[in-house]
């Protein structure tokens, strides 16, 4: 039962929070219909909420809109509503001024959020029909339906004909061409015909510049998998035939230090013949030898470090521990910090891997301090 309060009393409530009764006091959860001093916008609040919120006006506290105000602050935007105002948090249809499409953003409240736009004008969406008429001005025919500017979209070049998958967003930044028409990407045609120039017959399908391609090296016969962008740079891609750096024809070894300024060790490999030392060249850096595992070929002497740093890596996560700056004689990436794993770890595990060759090639292995 709604609680006796004298109507001056109550009055006198409704008073205090800014709102003046145009109809005689009933009771307290009567929605009593008063005007806001201040906004002069109509209320039906009763006096039993008046009294446990302890607010007024709920349209000076934003928790009401007045749709004429809100559909004002539209066109202030220029946005036009084409239908009554649906509340603050709905999709409210209206008319771009500036390019006449039907957009719906949703009102809420001009202090809780930026002002609304239309979102063909801010390029939040876009009109198909218009950018399929972008596509064709930048020699493009689409072959499928749109669906957003960043997922790749077939088309086809106007130009050579052949299928490519550029971005609306790349064609929206800046006139991008054909990647077979502007050579930034080649025809498994020309890719085989680069790999036979250089001395290399595919055995599989040609892929992309970036993916290993197996291939025989007609120079020695071997098997190897070089990337098309590493021949092409004239890097090579056959290890055996390498005349440079690390040769796996010749017999090598690997080696174990540790740099006591830096708290890092540093596991590598080198030929036994190389010129300069390489264990020399870290020692004039600073780095100590710990131990060296010298094999009999090549071949071993990288497959015993392929396999410690798989290890090493993926199963114990331990990182890269100096940069490229720190490691100016280079080697960087084959550094590991000395607070991630012990001596005794890496030479146990070092040795496992010669145990494992042993019994699989049985090659010759000495260990040097």
């Not at 209206?94 to 004008?121: E, F, H, I, L």
């Not at 990647?179 to 015909?193: H, P, R, W």
């Not at 300024?261 to 590598?268: A, D, N, Q, T």
């Not at 890496?346 to 494992?356: F, N, P």
Request: proline share 6%; net charge positive.
């Amino acid at each position: 039962m709604a609680e006796r309060i004298d109507p001056v009393d109550a009055h006198k409530s409704m008073l205090r929070v800014g709102l003046k009764p145009l109809e005689p006091y009933k009771n307290s959860v009567h929605a009593w219909k008063s005007i806001c001093i201040k906004c002069a916008e109509i209320n039906f609040r009763s006096l039993k909420s008046i009294k446990r919120n302890k607010n007024g006006c709920v349209y000076c506290t934003k928790k009401k809109v007045n749709p004429n105000k809100a559909a004002d602050w539209m066109r202030e935007n220029g946005l036009e509503p084409l239908e009554p105002y649906p509340g603050g948090h709905k999709p409210w249809k209206c008319r771009c001024m500036k390019c006449g499409k039907s957009v719906s953003p949703s009102y809420k409240s001009p202090t809780q959020q930026k002002k609304p736009a239309c979102a063909y004008c801010s390029k939040v969406r876009v009109d198909e029909s218009e950018i399929v008429a972008k596509m064709i001005k930048n020699g493009y025919k689409p072959m499928e339906p749109y669906e957003n500017s960043m997922k790749p979209w077939k088309c086809k070049c106007l130009k050579c004909g052949r299928i490519g998958y550029p971005r609306w967003s790349q064609i929206q930044s800046y006139d991008s061409k054909c990647q077979y028409c502007s050579g930034n990407k080649i025809t498994e045609t020309q890719a085989i015909k680069v790999m036979k120039d250089a001395g290399y017959l595919p055995l599989e399908t040609y892929k992309s510049s970036k993916t290993k391609w197996k291939s025989r090296h007609v120079k020695c016969g071997n098997i190897v998998s070089p990337k098309l962008n590493t021949i092409s740079t004239g890097t090579g891609g056959c290890r055996s035939c390498a005349t440079i750096g690390f040769e796996v024809s010749k017999p090598g070894y690997l080696y174990f230090m540790y740099h006591p300024e830096y708290f890092s060790y540093k596991v590598g490999i080198s030929n036994s013949d190389s010129k300069p030392n390489r264990v020399d060249t870290h020692k004039r850096h600073g780095w100590k030898s710990i131990r060296t595992f010298s094999l009999h070929s090549g071949w071993e002497v990288l497959h015993l470090e392929t396999q410690f740093f798989v290890w090493l890596r993926r199963e114990r996560g331990i990182p890269p521990h100096l940069s490229k700056s720190e490691m100016k004689q280079g080697g960087w990436y084959e550094t590991f910090s000395v607070d991630e794993i012990t001596q005794i770890e890496v030479i146990k595990r070092l040795s496992h891997e010669i145990k494992q060759l042993k019994q699989s090639s049985n090659p010759r292995v000495t260990n040097e301090n």
